[in-house]
Each structure stands twice: as structure tokens, then as C-alpha cells.
């Protein structure tokens, strides 16, 4: 069974970056496809960015400029760097990861950006 670690969320100021991190039990290589969402209470979960096994990446329009997605095959991680953070980058941010035919979800991780 895999799992999913996520870290690296906080408290952040408007403008200010954080990076997450989601670290797998086993080797990202066997992934299709990682991904970051997050989820607002009372609202869908929403996608954010994903990034495939040939590293190609694709973003939603409202992070696009602002968060760069990537993975680290030698440290089994995934990472979403975030910049220039808003009010509205507020939600918890899961990791997920498809290995045909099953996919895996991390627990979440919160990430507060005031205003």
C-alpha cells in the first residue's frame, strides 16, 4: 500500500512562499501521474497542478505564474513550490498520485495565507 506524506504547509503572509513537499513509501517512477488539490470547507476539492512521468506539467489558470510543480525520483517526493501567495491560496492541500488502475491521497496539509 502506498502512502502519501505531505509537509511544508503554514502561516504566510500575503506575497510570501511556501514550499510543500509529499513524500511517497515507494518510487515515484511507477506514478502516471502526481498531482496537488486543495479544498476549502464547504467547497469541492479543487485541482491545482499536476505533473506526469515524463515531467510534463499543467496548472490552473488561477495559480499559473505563481506555483511551480515538481519531483525529486531520488527522494521519492513530489514539491509545489508556492509564490506570491493570496488571501485566496487559503486551503488545505492534498497530494495525490494515480498507479493505473488505483490512486492514493495524502492526509492534507493546511496552509493559511493572511492578508
Known amino acids: 500500500q502506498v502512502q502519501l506524506v505531505e509537509s511544508g504547509g503554514g502561516l504566510v503572509q500575503a506575497g510570501g512562499s511556501l514550499r510543500l513537499s509529499c513524500a511517497a513509501s515507494?518510487?515515484?517512477?511507477?506514478?502516471?501521474?502526481m498531482a496537488w488539490y486543495r479544498q476549502v470547507p464547504g467547497k469541492q476539492r479543487e485541482l491545482v497542478a499536476t505533473i506526469t512521468s515524463d515531467r510534463i506539467t499543467n496548472y490552473a489558470d488561477s495559480v499559473k505564474g505563481r506555483f511551480i510543480i515538481a519531483t525529486d525520483g531520488a527522494k521519492n517526493t513530489m514539491y509545489m513550490q508556492m509564490n506570491s501567495l493570496k488571501a485566496e491560496d487559503t486551503a488545505v492541500y492534498y497530494c495525490y498520485a494515480r498507479q493505473i488502475p488505483a490512486v492514493y491521497w495524502g492526509q492534507g496539509t493546511q496552509v493559511t495565507v493572511s492578508s
Open positions: 515507494g518510487t515515484i517512477f511507477s506514478f502516471n501521474v
